[in-house]
């Protein structure tokens, strides 16, 4: 019994050291192909080094010997006894395309289409009921030197180009000025700088709309702006001062230059946090609302302007605020003054959806008494930069007249590097 079992430890234990000698055996075996493999990798490193350092001696060779050459040539200089038939030698001349010039010369050139499918129970309204192609905007836009650029948008509305925008402008001059010529849209409050295919909703808000127009308030004329000192009153200041042409004939009286538009802006910026910011400004445009320039016309605006944007979630995460205040006096008119306001809320909901709410209030310019207010839900899905498409609800309450139902689908792309400009 003792011998059977001391015979098959015996067995047991040969096995087993005959195994760890193979395992052992197996890893000296790896370890000698790493080691190998090590060794074949540095002779290609030092074959590679080689190969290089010939190479480099080679090119250094070359180099020296182009400079000797060029540095002879140049040295050997005609003497007084030469003659001139002796000296001159054909030489060739070299022509150089400026093909790189001219390219870099072209403006910068964007389209933007912006077509809106409308419908209104209020069957008296021409523009509801049918597709608008609301415009149709070419940009051209380059530096003209190191100092200033230009600026060119031509928009094709209601059957003909008009030009929307045209302008040049110095964005750094001494004292921290800043100077535009030409025609724009003016900065009057935030939203009126914004062209309409870049407004966050579908139409531009109704006090606006009362006020000046559907373009809002545009015209010909000079721009300053002025960044002063930090003011207490926020971190960044901004100081705007305008001359324009009186070309708008609904605040004032639209005799041009003989009775001109003077504006200025405040506009005040504090940094709430990394993720917020809050802007606000002061606005006022005035001159006369009568041919006879006895009676004064002065709008005066106040702006508001909340966005919350976390660094790390900016692609999927917004919220923005904004709301204006609109107020028109004027002397001597017997209609009152009219009072109007947008109050809106945009939320991100993901990277390419968002979702807003906007209200707003309007008194009638020509009967302060009459007045219109408006609630309106929409929803903008961003296909990409280039696509955006959106669909927006108005709801309308009036003194005079019925309630009306508004429903529109716009569709907006662009091409080239102007796309959905922002102020």
Sequence with gaps: MMKCLFSRCVVLTLGATTALLGQVRIEADEADDLRNEMRELREQMQALREGYEERLSRLEQELEMVKSAASSKSTQLPSASTTPQQTSAPTSTTFSGGARTLQALNPEISATGDVTARYSDNNLDPDFNRFNFDSFEMALQHPLDPYSQAKFFLAFEDGEFTLEEGYMSWESLPGQIGLKVGRFHTNFGKMNRYHKHALPWADRDLPTRVLFGDEGLISTGLSLTWLPPRLPIAQTNEVYFEIF????????????????????????????????YFEWGV????????????????????????????PRRALYRSFELRSELFYNDRRNWSGGNPFGLFASGQYQLNRRW??????????????SREHASSLSPFLTFWQSEFVRLRAQYD???????????????????????????AY
């Design 245 to 276: 042409n009186n070309s708008n004939d609904r605040a004032f009286s639209g005799r041009g230059f003989k009775d001109p538009v003077f504006l200025g802006r405040l506009l005040n910026y504090y940094d709430l946090s990394d993720s917020a």
């Design 283 to 310: 606005s006022a445009a005035t001159s006369h609302w009568d041919l006879e320039k006895r009676n004064r016309s002065t709008v005066w605006g106040l702006d508001l302007g909340y966005r919350w944007q976390p």
């Design 354 to 367: 968002f979702a807003g709410l906007r209200y707003q209030f309007a008194q009638d310019l020509e009967d």
């Design 395 to 421: 709801h309308y309450w009036r003194t005079l007249g019925r309630d009306e139902n508004r429903f529109f689908v716009q569709f907006t792309w662009s091409m080239g590097p102007h796309k959905h400009e």
